[in-house]
């Protein structure tokens, strides 16, 4: 079983569309917990780091479930230039980083 | 401008001939890494370093080896490549981790697609 597991999708879903992704993880001494963004297989960028307590930033909501071991990303309103590949990110400590395989996401008008 | 570079972009070579990947960051960062990115398996940590002539394995280092001379260059040598490491593979460096729940950034360069035949 692979540490970080993700739905690879990809999900289809028309301009202006709410979807949500989750990620499971199964290590419980995982510390911290973040969504990458991928374009195209160009590099990895931070999206946003995920709270137990639950973040949002602008369109994207992140929540944190550490009880069941998974993790979630809510885009509301999808926009054509949301299409990547999201990437659930697991810090395990000493800047040890797992990633999971990814979930991409079409977005059409 | 801040960034990670890598050199070069796109390789292909035959198995057995040594090759060498270079990433050089220009922020100052201590912590370097290496990771593969194979379809269906996400990004692999090679090998990663805290800092100066300090290195250490990661998930995937086997056929892999690296130094780290100067804090700003952290190269992936393959000493004789082998078909199974055809891959897209990236750097990334960051600061430091100062504690054990502490977090910084990982700021990624542009990706080497190696082929080996």
């Known amino acids: 079983r692979k540490e970080v597991e993700q739905d690879p999708g990809p999900f289809n879903v028309p301009e202006g569309a709410t979807v949500a992704f989750n990620c499971t993880y199964s290590n419980s001494a995982s510390q911290s917990f973040f969504w990458y963004r991928q374009d195209c297989r160009k590099e990895p960028k931070l999206l946003m780091s995920v709270y137990s307590s639950g973040n949002e930033d602008g369109r994207f909501t992140a929540q944190l479930n550490r009880a069941s071991q998974y993790i979630s990303l809510l885009i509301r309103d999808s926009k054509l230039s949301d299409s990547a590949t999201y990437l659930c990110v697991v810090y395990r400590g000493g800047n040890k980083l797992v990633f999971g395989a990814g979930t991409i996401l079409r977005v059409k008008s | 401008e801040a960034q990670v570079t890598q050199n070069p972009r796109y390789l292909i070579t035959v198995t057995g001939k040594k090759l060498t990947v270079t990433c050089s960051q220009n922020?100052?960062?201590?912590?370097m890494s290496w990771y593969r990115q194979d379809p269906g398996l996400g990004l692999r940590q090679i090998y990663y370093?805290?800092?100066?002539?300090?290195?250490d394995k990661g998930d995937v280092p086997e056929g892999y080896k690296v130094s780290r001379k100067e804090k700003r260059n952290f190269p992936l040598i393959l000493e004789s490549p082998s078909p199974n490491q055809t891959s897209l593979y990236f750097c990334?460096?960051?600061?430091?981790?100062?504690?054990?729940?502490?977090?910084?950034?990982?700021?990624f360069g542009p990706g080497t697609r190696l082929t080996v035949l």
């Open positions: 370093s805290m800092n100066v002539e300090v290195t």
């Open positions: 990334a460096s960051s600061f430091r981790d100062r504690g054990s729940r502490s977090y910084n950034e990982q700021f």
């Open positions: 922020m100052n960062h201590e912590y």
